[in-house]
């Protein structure tokens, strides 16, 4: 898929909670195709300690009014202002970038998001509504706190909750769920995204349990685009570029280790 | 419109810029951006004698203006890059020079004479320079009696423009370009990275998996510049340029320091569309100045 470098305009900034923010932006030209899984690069602006883009996975997008959105979790100086974004200001993007979940021919789908991991896990559910099928989703948070959009899951399938803590929903990680206590899953196909050891977690049941399963890694890269080397991930290829071949990967082709 | 033609070694570039190795892969993934016959040439990524998967994961770190890198040399070797790279190179509308790299002065030899073999490719850039991989690399770009060995050793095979990349990581880096110059170099590339460390006080460990790696980026500009400017006063050949570049301003110091051609390299992994750009810059300085050609500029700092 063609790569572009473009400005967008910020039209909109919603703080989730104190950690989670949305930036929904606008292009200048049409969109092109964009599907889930894929993500941008942002170029935060000129300070010494913010000097490479920064990788995000597209949220959603919303061909009618031109605007993808971009969920954010607060880490440093990067995002930290890319939090302070008012409408009207420019972010220049390059995207869409990396591959893309595939398409599963099956309707038992299952859709596993952790924490700013959940991202793609929304453009993923509208677009498997478009083709009909209807995800449920397993989503994990520390607290209640940090629980948001869950209305907004609900519109594109059935939700199920996990806190750390247990203020809300299920106790305990996303693997520790009652969905995963059932034998055999009913699902054909997981998808998932999230902090490292999650997905590894995810993608031993899922193994363990004879389920297909995809993970979106998010490893440190510095172009993005398939230059530099630096992203990769080992597979049963041997070292794998997270930003070209991935981010999406059966995880049944991760040798993780390589990834801590 | 200043003529912008810059010609080293007989060889023509249209324009002074070009991009560094390991910094623009093989410039596939720069065709959605620009027409690459927008660039003076091409480094193409190094090239050793086998395959290399490369060091572990992670491999990088963001540094105050600049990058830890230590990716180490990761690519498919000489066979591969001749028979599935090379046909999609050679009828570019641009210089392409193979960075060429090796453990032994044996691997050296053995990728300079594959190489020589390629019609289109005028140029290989001998990488004596990389500090990140165990054995080679940088350590024969450090001693300037195996500099020139290595360099001599490939002089011997390769018939064509052969340049040298020097490590910065040397205490007099006139010293070494006078060996690789000895050694047989026509032109002389600098500066690779410098050898430096990120640490991680939470976690108490080093950032990526080699614990050093190459600095590169704004922040090693100044360093660069200083070299480029000395190299400049110490041998006669022409020298290209590279070392922090982000933009026209930058590319047009390194040409006043006396570099006859620059080189982008991290600033492709930022800006995608950077080195178009560069060539428009450099093309508005020299009208904006009234200097007819960018040959006006090479080493032509004003020293009082």
């Known amino acids: 898929m063609k790569k572009f470098a473009h400005d967008f305009q910020v039209v909109g900034n919603t703080r989730l909670n104190t950690r989670h923010f949305i930036l929904e932006l606008k292009a200048a030209v049409p969109l092109p195709e964009i599907l889930p899984g894929q993500f941008v690069q942002v170029l935060v602006h000129n300070s010494p300690s913010t000097f490479l883009r920064r990788p995000f996975s597209i949220h959603f997008v919303d061909y009618s009014t031109n605007t993808l959105r971009l969920l954010v979790q607060v880490k440093g100086e990067g995002t930290r202002h890319m939090g302070m974004l008012a409408p009207g200001d420019t972010l220049n993007l390059v995207y869409p970038l990396g591959n893309s979940f595939s398409v599963p021919a099956t309707h038992k789908v299952l859709l596993v998001g952790g924490g700013a991991g959940v991202a793609p896990l929304m453009f993923m559910g509208d677009y498997l509504n478009k083709k009909n099928i209807r995800p449920d989703f397993l989503v994990g948070f520390r607290s209640a706190d940090e629980v948001s959009q869950i209305d907004e899951y609900s519109k594109f399938g059935k939700v199920y909750l996990s806190t750390d803590d247990g203020s809300m929903g299920e106790k305990g990680f996303v693997t520790q769920h009652s969905v995963f206590k059932q034998s055999p899953l009913p699902y054909d196909r997981i998808y998932c995204c999230g902090p490292d050891a999650m997905m590894h977690a995810v993608s031993k049941l899922a193994a363990e349990k004879g389920v297909a399963c995809e993970v979106s890694l998010e490893n440190f890269m510095a172009c993005g685009y398939g230059v530099c080397l630096c992203c990769i991930t080992q597979t049963d290829k041997g070292n794998e570029r997270v930003c070209i071949e991935g981010p999406v990967f059966d995880a049944a082709r991760l040798k993780w280790q390589s990834n801590g | ?304």
């Open chain 2, 1 to 304: 419109m200043a003529d912008l033609k810059i010609s080293i070694a007989g060889m023509e570039f249209k324009n002074p810029v070009t991009t560094a190795s390991g910094c623009f892969g093989y410039g596939e993934e720069f065709r959605d951006f620009y027409d690459l016959g927008l660039l003076g040439g091409i480094f193409v990524k190094a090239v050793t004698g086998s395959n290399r998967n490369g060091n572990k994961y992670p491999r990088m770190a963001e540094t105050p203006s600049g990058m830890l890198n230590s990716v180490g040399l990761q690519n498919k070797g000489v066979d591969h890059f001749c028979e599935v790279i090379y046909p999609g190179l050679k009828d570019l509308n641009t210089q392409i020079i193979v960075n060429v790299s090796g453990s032994t002065i044996e691997e050296y030899v053995k990728v300079a004479e594959r190489i020589n073999e390629l019609e289109g490719i005028p140029a290989i850039e001998l990488n004596i320079s990389c500090p990140n991989v165990k054995e080679g690399g940088m350590a024969f770009g450090v001693v300037p009696s195996t500099a020139t060995e290595v360099t001599r050793a490939v002089r011997d095979v390769y018939k064509k423009v052969l340049m040298v990349k020097l490590s910065p990581n040397v205490t007099s880096i006139s010293e070494m370009a006078k060996a690789v110059v000895d050694g047989g170099a026509d032109v002389l590339t600098l500066i690779n990275t410098l050898l430096g460390m990120a640490i991680n006080a939470e976690t108490q460990k080093p950032v990526i998996s080699t614990i050093t790696g190459g600095l590169s980026g704004p922040a090693i500009k100044p360093v660069a510049l200083r070299m480029v400017w000395q190299v400049f006063k110490a041998v006669d050949v022409p020298i290209v340029g590279l070392g922090g570049i982000m933009n026209a301003t930058d590319a047009i110091e390194f040409m006043l320091a006396g570099a006859s051609v620059i080189q982008v390299g991290t600033a492709n992994l930022i800006d995608p569309m950077v080195a178009p750009k560069i060539v428009k810059g450099i093309n508005e300085y020299l009208d904006r100045h009234n200097i007819p050609s960018a040959r006006d500029i090479i080493g032509a700092l004003k020293v009082c």
